[in-house]
C-alpha cells in the first residue's frame, strides 16, 4: 500500500531554465553566452555545489574567476535564483494528495536554489520529509539520498512512489524498491499514480 510520495523538485514542481542565468552573466564579461555556458556547464563547479563540496561563497567566487566575470555577489545570486517558473498543475495534485498521504522532496539542489527558491515554495510546508543533494552529501542516481528519504519517512520502499522528470533518477528508485515514475506531462503523471491506486 503506498503511503508517500516523494516529489523531485526541478522540471517537476518548479520549470528551470539555466540559460536565463548564462544570458544574464553574459552581461557582466566580454565572452560570449556559448562560451560562458561551456566553460560553468562545462567544469565541476556545478555538480561540487550540488554535493555541498563548496560553500554558496566558493561557488561564487570560482565562477567568477572561471568566466571572468565583473559582478557583486548580488547580482550573481538574483541571476542565479531567477530561473524557475511553477508547474501550476503539479502544485494543485500535491495539494490534493495532501490530505491523504506523506509527502517528501528528494532534489539535487543547492544552498541558495534551497534557501532562496524551494524553501519559499508555496507548497514546501506540505513536505515532512526533505532531502537534498548538498546536506546529504550525494545527488541522484546515487542511492543514498534516496535511503535518506525513506529514513526520514520511516516507511519501506514499497511504500512509496518517487516522481521525476529524468528517466535515469526514477529508474535508480525502482532499483531500491521504490515506485519510480518518470514525469513527462501532467496528464502522464496523473495516469500513473492512478495505475498505482492513488487516490487523486
Given at each position: 500500500?503506498?503511503?508517500?510520495?516523494?516529489?523531485?523538485?526541478?522540471n517537476?514542481?518548479?520549470k528551470?531554465?539555466n540559460?536565463?542565468?548564462?544570458?544574464?552573466?553574459?552581461s557582466?564579461s566580454?565572452k560570449?553566452?556559448?562560451e560562458?555556458?561551456?566553460?560553468?556547464?562545462?567544469?565541476?563547479?556545478p555538480e561540487?555545489?550540488?554535493t555541498?563540496?563548496?560553500?554558496?561563497?566558493?561557488?561564487?567566487n570560482?565562477?567568477?574567476?572561471?568566466?571572468?566575470?565583473?559582478?557583486?555577489?548580488?547580482s550573481?545570486k538574483?541571476?542565479f535564483i531567477?530561473i524557475f517558473?511553477?508547474v501550476?498543475e503539479t502544485?494543485?495534485?500535491i495539494?490534493?494528495?495532501?490530505?491523504?498521504?506523506r509527502?517528501g522532496?528528494?532534489s539535487?539542489?543547492?544552498?541558495?536554489?534551497?534557501?532562496y527558491v524551494?524553501k519559499?515554495c508555496?507548497?514546501?510546508?506540505?513536505f515532512?520529509?526533505v532531502?537534498?543533494?548538498?546536506?546529504v552529501?550525494e545527488m541522484k542516481?546515487?542511492s543514498?539520498?534516496?535511503?535518506?528519504?525513506?529514513?526520514?519517512l520511516k516507511l519501506?520502499p514499497?511504500?512509496?512512489v518517487?516522481?521525476?522528470?529524468i528517466?535515469?533518477?526514477?529508474?535508480?528508485?525502482?532499483?531500491?524498491g521504490?515506485?519510480?515514475?518518470?514525469?513527462r506531462s501532467?496528464?502522464?503523471?496523473?495516469?500513473?499514480?492512478k495505475?498505482?491506486?492513488?487516490?487523486l
Amino acid at each position: 500500500m503506498i503511503k508517500a510520495i516523494i516529489f523531485d523538485f526541478g522540471n517537476v514542481i518548479y520549470k528551470f531554465n539555466n540559460d536565463l542565468f548564462i544570458e544574464k552573466l553574459s552581461s557582466y564579461s566580454e565572452k560570449t553566452f556559448h562560451e560562458l555556458n561551456e566553460l560553468l556547464y562545462g567544469s565541476v563547479l556545478p555538480e561540487q555545489y550540488e554535493t555541498g563540496l563548496i560553500s554558496s561563497e566558493h561557488f561564487f567566487n570560482d565562477v567568477k574567476k572561471l568566466c571572468n566575470l565583473q559582478i557583486s555577489v548580488s547580482s550573481f545570486k538574483n541571476a542565479f535564483i531567477n530561473i524557475f517558473t511553477p508547474v501550476q498543475e503539479t502544485l494543485d495534485i500535491i495539494d490534493e494528495l495532501k490530505p491523504r498521504y506523506r509527502l517528501g522532496l528528494l532534489s539535487n539542489t543547492n544552498e541558495w536554489h534551497f534557501h532562496y527558491v524551494i524553501k519559499k515554495c508555496e507548497i514546501y510546508n506540505c513536505f515532512e520529509a526533505v532531502s537534498l543533494s548538498y546536506i546529504v552529501r550525494e545527488m541522484k542516481p546515487g542511492s543514498g539520498i534516496y535511503l535518506h528519504a525513506l529514513k526520514k519517512l520511516k516507511l519501506r520502499p514499497e511504500e512509496c512512489v518517487y516522481v521525476d522528470d529524468i528517466k535515469e533518477y526514477a529508474e535508480a528508485a525502482r532499483r531500491i524498491g521504490i515506485q519510480g515514475v518518470h514525469y513527462r506531462s501532467h496528464g502522464q503523471l496523473v495516469d500513473e499514480l492512478k495505475r498505482l491506486g492513488i487516490a487523486l
